[in-house]
């Protein structure tokens, strides 16, 4: 059967693809410290740059309280209110921050294409990637009801704020590792709760452990619940006990640092752009050029290693110098 459309509709639809595809010279997807600061340089370099926000306007920052540790900020800064100085400063040499979450790409042409909302085709002569990595979580409710308020997913942005205090650490890999040694120099007491009985982290970094007098490792343990009455003051965990038993543990925390991995948001471009076993963007080491010429990678989502504010902002002025770079010699 034809279903005709009144002849408005039908007009409106037409247009509307027309209208949905629009050309610039320099996309940048994401708005954490890596895309606005390309936006900072892409802008001063005039590239006229569009940059798309995602979800999560400002990126893994807005969930954090206090920032201790970005330059320029001698009295700390919180998050949000730094994420928001970011992008007012980008805004202040033209660059064109929207709300918006790419949903599809096509790389295969010399074109960029890149569909925004499921409703718009951006086509761009060059793609800056920063759309960061998201810390995995256990999934409890508690983690929720706690968060900002004891829960954590990075010890360098927050340890600072558990001074003296118990804290414990999740996970067995580099990371917890890294961040239970880290919080060791800080709190009293740090916990290192690993679900194995053997730590998944180099050996380098066990050993670290094993000689931090103040981080106890309780092997075998999950968690399964945080308590307290206005923010952590507590988990329960379970201790495997052989193939069957098990028993509950209370154990008396402020802090809980989650250290079980980051997921980086590259899925949607991945059937064009090389990235590594988990899934960060393959970068050429010293610049922030991927497989896809005219294609760069910035901030989180290309860096397993470091995930800090001020070098995802470093790695965002890279992307922007490496696009101006490409464009001029298009
Ligand atoms: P990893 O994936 O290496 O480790 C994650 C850890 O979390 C594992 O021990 C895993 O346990 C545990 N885990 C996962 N899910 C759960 C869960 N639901 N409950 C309890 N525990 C859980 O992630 P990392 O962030 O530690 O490291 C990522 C990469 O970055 C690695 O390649 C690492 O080597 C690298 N890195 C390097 C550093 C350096 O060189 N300085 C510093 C930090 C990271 P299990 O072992 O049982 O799977």
């Given at each position: 059967m034809k279903i005709f459309k009144p002849l408005d509709l039908q007009k409106d639809t037409q247009n509307a693809n027309i209208e949905n595809v629009e050309n610039v010279k320099c996309l940048i997807i994401g708005s954490g410290p890596a895309g606005y600061t390309a936006a900072i340089y892409a802008s001063r370099a005039n590239l006229k740059p569009v940059l798309f926000t995602g979800l999560q306007m400002g990126g893994q920052l807005t969930t954090t309280t206090e920032v201790?540790?970005?330059?320029?900020?001698?009295?700390?800064?919180?998050?949000?209110?730094?994420?928001?100085?970011?992008?007012?400063?980008?805004?202040?040499?033209?660059?064109?921050?929207?709300?918006g979450i790419a949903t599809t790409v096509d790389f295969s042409g010399k074109k960029h294409k890149v569909t925004i909302d499921d409703n718009k085709i951006i086509e761009a002569d060059a793609v800056i990637i920063a759309t960061g990595a998201t810390a995995?979580?256990?999934?409890?409710?508690?983690?929720?009801?706690?968060?900002?308020?004891?829960?954590?997913?990075?010890?360098?942005?927050?340890?600072?704020?558990?001074?003296?205090?118990?804290?414990?650490?999740?996970?067995?890999?580099?990371?917890?590792a890294e961040e239970a040694t880290y919080l060791a120099g800080l709190c009293r007491k740090v916990y290192l709760i690993v679900r194995r009985d053997v730590l998944r982290a180099s050996k380098a970094m066990q050993d670290k452990v094993t000689n931090t007098k103040n981080i106890e490792v309780l092997?075998?343990?999950?968690?399964?619940?945080?308590?307290?009455?206005?923010?952590v003051e507590g988990a329960t965990l379970v201790k495997k006990k052989g193939t069957l038993a098990e028993e509950i543990v209370k154990i008396k925390i402020d802090g809980f640092f989650?250290?079980?991995?980051?997921?980086?948001?590259?899925?949607i471009f991945k059937k064009y752009v090389e990235t590594d076993t988990v899934g960060?963007?393959?970068?050429?080491?010293?610049?922030?050029?991927?497989?896809i010429a005219g294609v760069f990678a910035a901030g989180d989502v290309q860096d397993?290693?470091?995930?800090?504010?001020?070098?995802?902002?470093?790695?965002?002025?890279?992307?922007a110098i490496d696009a101006e770079r490409y464009l001029s010699e298009l």
């Open positions: 201790d540790n970005f330059p320029g900020y001698p009295d700390g800064v919180t998050g949000p209110e730094m994420m928001e100085d970011f992008k007012k400063q980008s805004e202040r040499f033209g660059a064109d921050i929207r709300f995995k979580y256990l999934g409890l409710e508690s983690e929720t009801k706690y968060a900002g308020m004891g829960v954590s997913a990075c010890a360098t942005c927050d340890g600072f704020f558990y001074r003296g205090k118990d804290v414990a650490v999740i996970g067995g890999g580099d990371t917890a092997w075998e343990h999950q968690t399964v619940d945080l308590f307290g009455e206005n923010g989650l250290a079980i991995g980051h997921t980086p948001n590259s899925d960060y963007i393959k970068t050429i080491p010293g610049t922030s050029k991927t497989n397993p290693h470091y995930r800090q504010a001020v070098t995802a902002a470093g790695s965002g002025c890279i992307a």
